[in-house]
């Protein structure tokens, strides 16, 4: 089991800046990927930006040169961060941490409880 707890989210005015964070604890050795997702009313839940754990990430092309993920850990967590700069207000949504845990038939889903992001002047 893995547990996520988040943090970092609120109103900010478009052109500024917030970091996400999401820390992960339990079994943490079995962590494969750690992600953001998001979803913004009456949208699906979409993919922002993910980092497996030897260090390969991928962005949405919407957030590319503005969003930076990045993981620190130690002995008892893991801990993913979103760094968002010149923020839009599209980028207005519920942020929600994931972390892949394992590979193949034997992976698990799980899912921090979400924050709100709002970008608005």
């Known amino acids: 089991q893995v547990q996520l707890v988040e943090s970092g989210g609120g109103l900010v005015q478009p052109g500024g800046s917030l970091r996400l964070s999401c820390a992960a604890s339990?079994?943490?050795?079995?962590?494969?990927?750690m992600a953001w997702y998001r979803q913004a009313p009456g949208k699906p839940r979409e993919s922002v930006a993910r980092?497996?754990?030897?260090?390969?990430?991928?962005?949405a092309d919407s957030v590319k040169g503005r969003f930076t993920i990045s993981i620190s850990r130690d002995n008892a967590k893991n801990t993913v961060y979103l760094q968002m700069n010149s923020l839009k207000p599209e980028d207005t949504a519920v942020y929600y941490c994931y972390v892949q845990s394992g590979v193949g038939v034997g992976a698990r889903d799980y899912w921090g409880q979400g924050t709100q992001v709002t970008v608005s002047s």
């Open positions: 339990g079994n943490i050795f079995s962590i494969y990927a």
């Open positions: 980092m497996t754990s030897s260090r390969i990430t991928n962005y």
